[in-house]
């Protein structure tokens, strides 16, 4: 469903995303998004919605987030799965973490990000590759 995909490349997934569900937001955002993104992201959350932040991007700048969109009753989470891998967490974490990512890559669930590799003979082409802004997953 094409009309439930939005452009993460700018803020217009907000717009499409409250159109979509009439006003009401979502109940979970799951975000690596950063800056102004961020931002919208957490305007599409429905009340008592759980905003869960992935991206480092934001936490390490530590920009501001406004308080007011607190009022809708949110939750924000920032994660660092890096945390759980630190030695001395709990292992118990762990192993399960690393089983539902096997099984994950074997069934099909988790898809490894594409990838467009050039040479390092092709530094240039790869910038502007990726300067072009429609690439999708890395450019290594």
Not at 2 to 24: A, L, P, V
Not at 47 to 56: A, P, V
Not at 86 to 103: A, G, M, P, Q, V
Request: hydrophobic fraction near 40%; aromatic fraction near 8%; glycine fraction near 8%.
């Amino acid at each position: 469903m094409d009309e439930h995909i939005g452009n993460s490349r700018d803020t217009s997934f907000e717009q499409m995303i409250m159109q979509q569900t009439k006003g009401r937001g979502v109940d979970i955002v799951l975000n690596s998004l950063a800056e102004e993104k961020l931002i919208a992201s957490v305007r599409c959350l429905a009340h008592n919605g759980r905003f869960l932040e992935i991206g480092k991007f934001d936490l390490v700048s530590n920009n501001p987030l406004d308080m007011s969109v607190f009022q809708k009753g949110i939750s924000f989470q920032g994660i660092k799965v890096e945390n759980m891998m630190i030695k001395n967490r709990n292992s118990k974490w762990k192993r399960l973490l690393f089983t539902l990512i096997k099984n994950g890559l074997s069934d099909g669930t988790i898809k490894p990000i594409q990838a467009k590799i050039f040479p390092k003979t092709n530094v240039e082409e790869a910038f502007r590759y990726m300067a072009s802004g429609k690439h999708m997953g890395k450019v290594c």
